[in-house]
Structures are given as C-alpha cells and as structure tokens.
C-alpha cells in the first residue's frame, strides 16, 4: 500500500524523518512529490531565471567547488570587474526577449561593497525591475540596511545559499561560518526580500548532510520562497576538481524530498543540467522542481543552451492535434 501523503507544512523536521523520505523506493518519493507539487502549483508553470556575472572571479573565499575564488590559482578564468550598468540591462533585455521571467544577477565577492560599487548594483536592480521581470542578487554577505536599499530599488530576492549540511559545511568553506550565512539571511528576511536559498550535491557529503541542509531551510518560516539544488560542476582548478558526476537519480531524489519538506517554495533545477539528458531534467521536473536557469551560460560554466531548452519546453506543451496518418 502506498503510505498517505503528507500535505502539511512544517517547520519542524528532524534529519531522520527526511533522509527516511529521501531513501524510499523512489516510485514512492516521486510519487508523492508530484502530489504535494500539483496541490500547490500549476505544474505546467516553469520559471524561467536568467543569470549573468556581473563581477567575475577573484573572490577572497575559498569555497572549495568554486571557480572564482582566489584560492584556486590553478583555474583559467580572466577576472572581470564590476561590469557596467547599461552592459547589465541590455543582457536583461535580451533575457526578457527570450522569454526569461527573472533576472539573476551574481557577484564574486565575499560581502556587498559599500559605496559606488554598491550604488551601481542598486541602478542595475532598478533598471532589470523597470523591465518588468523579477530581480535577483547575490552578493555574498550583506546587512540589513544594504538588504533594505535593494528592496527600495525594487529587488524581488536575494540568493545566498547554505550549500551544504552544518556538519560537512567545513570540509568545503573555511573562510566564512555556517552562522555567517544565517546572518545574511536573517538580514534578507528582515528587510522584507524573498529569500533564494539553497545548495549543492556531490561535493562528497552523505545523505545525512543533504537532508541536514534541507532541515536547516525547512526550518526558516516561512520557507524560502525559491531553493536552487546544483549539482556540482567540478571545474578543473579547483579542489573539486576530479569529483565524479553524481548520478541524475540522486538529483531527482534530492529535488523530490526538498518538494515535499518545502511544498510551496519555487524548487529550481540549477547548475549541473548541461549533463542531464532531456528525460532526466523531466523527471526532476516530474519530482517537483519548478525553476530552471535558462541561457548559454551559468555564472562562468556553461548551462544547457537556449536550443536545447526551447526543445525541452516544446517536449512538454501539449501536442497539436493530427490527422490521423493515412497508413
Ligand atoms: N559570492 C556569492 C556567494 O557565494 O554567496 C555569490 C556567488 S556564488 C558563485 C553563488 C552560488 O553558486 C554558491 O553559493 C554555490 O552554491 C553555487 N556554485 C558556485 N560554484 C558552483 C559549482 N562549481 N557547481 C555548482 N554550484 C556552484
Ligand atoms: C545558484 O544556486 N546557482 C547559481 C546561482 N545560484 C548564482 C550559480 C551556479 C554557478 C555554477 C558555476 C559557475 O558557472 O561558475
Ligand atoms: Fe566567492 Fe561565492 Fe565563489 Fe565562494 S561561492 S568563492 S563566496 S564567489
């Protein structure tokens, strides 16, 4: 017998009760996925989200999976300073013509700037909200009145991610603490922003750390309202480097426990795609993933490409009616 699926939404769930959900039979897991995912949204509703770098590389954090950390000399990535504004909003543009809905705007820093260079974000949100799509920052860490400055400027949400569980987060990140996170969280929340948190799979962590993380976001009420799930791209350079691909079932398997622990939050399909076949990103899809980073490029690494992308939204809109065939 099927076990009866769970609609509540909670805040109080404990490691085990989630990693007891993520290693079910994984008909079961989807299945019940797809229930709590078309109780509480259209699943025919896949955003769109647009990432640009608009400061590259020569980050002061030793994030161990990164690119752009100063730490990996060893990567090829030229440094790129804070691009400019009218450069910014035209790459929004061309995104909202594509048919992107939000726009995702990425800095390799280790906390906002104050100043000019700050000011110069604010333009840039202005400018992607003045467009009419949803506008997105992340920065590294920030205060409460930075957050509330870009919510001024109009900013929809700001994405700072908890990567990992509290357990395994040391073994990735030595510079800044899992409690430095929570802090630029705290800030994002209290100034009023949606809150984009989420994290990475196949750095080496277990279960026990994946489902530590979804209990660490589980537990912000409200949930975040979107949690981007990455598979890790092991970029040559960086200590990561020679991490095999994970197995696209433990993706789906990851994208279906966090649907159910955070049945309302937007669950995004982020980094790692490019590897996936059409019939593997469905299936996330099917498990609850409702987001997706749409565009040739991901921050420095390639994501899956506008073709092949168009072709998996035709894949899933509803066929033409046909004549019958004459044979
Ligand atoms: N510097 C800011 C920060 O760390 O908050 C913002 C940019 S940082 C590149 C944003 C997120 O991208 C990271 O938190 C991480 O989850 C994700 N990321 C970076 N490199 C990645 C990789 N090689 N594979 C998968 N995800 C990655
Ligand atoms: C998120 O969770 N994933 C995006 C976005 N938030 C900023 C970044 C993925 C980066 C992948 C590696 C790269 O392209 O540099
Ligand atoms: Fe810097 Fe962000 Fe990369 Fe860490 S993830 S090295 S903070 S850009």
Redesign the pocket.
């Known amino acids: 017998m099927n076990a009866p699926v769970d609609f509540s939404l909670r805040f109080d769930w404990r490691v085990e009760e989630i990693v007891a959900l993520h290693d079910q039979p994984l008909l079961d897991l989807v299945a019940q996925a797809n229930a709590v995912h078309r109780r509480f949204h259209d699943v025919n509703d896949v955003q769109k989200a647009a990432l640009l770098?608009i400061k590259t590389g020569g980050?002061p954090?030793d994030?161990s999976?990164?690119?752009?950390s100063a730490h990996h000399r060893e990567v090829k990535l030229d440094r790129v300073e804070l691009m400019e504004t009218a450069d910014v909003l035209a790459a929004a543009r061309t995104a909202r013509e594509a048919g992107a809905d939000r726009f995702c705007m990425?800095?390799?820093?280790?906390s906002a700037p104050e100043g000019k260079r700050f000011d110069a974000v604010l333009d840039m949100v202005r400018g992607v909200h003045a467009l009419g799509m949803e506008a997105c920052v992340?920065?590294?860490?920030i205060n409460e009145l930075q957050a509330k400055r870009l919510v001024d400027a109009g900013l929809t949400a700001y994405?700072?991610?908890l990567?990992t569980g509290p357990e395994f987060y040391g073994e990735i990140i030595t510079t800044r603490t899992y409690q430095d996170?929570l802090d630029?969280l705290k800030a994002v929340r209290g100034a009023g922003l949606e809150m984009c948190c989420?994290?990475?799979i196949?750095m080496g962590e277990s279960v026990a750390d994946r489902a530590g993380m979804l209990q660490t976001l589980a537990s912000f009420d409200p949930h975040p309202e979107s949690v981007?799930i990455?598979?890790?791209?092991?970029?040559e350079g960086?200590p990561?480097a020679g991490r095999a691909r994970i197995d696209p079932l433990d993706l789906v398997r990851m994208i279906a426990t966090t649907r159910i622990v955070m049945p309302k939050s937007r669950v995004r399909l982020?980094?790692?795609r490019s590897s996936l076949s059409r019939e593997a990103q469905i299936l996330c899809l099917v498990a609850g993933a409702n987001s997706i980073f749409y565009g040739e490029k991901?921050?420095?690494?390639d994501n899956a490409g506008v073709n092949a992308d168009d072709a998996l939204f035709a894949a899933l809109a509803a066929r033409e009616a046909r004549a019958p065939s004459a044979s």
Not at 230 to 235: Q, R
């Open positions: 770098s980050c954090e994030c999976y990164c690119p752009q990425g800095a390799a820093w280790r992340t920065l590294g860490m994405n700072h991610n990567d996170r630029t989420g994290g990475i196949g981007p990455n598979a890790l791209v092991a970029v960086t990561l982020s980094a790692g991901l921050l420095t690494t």
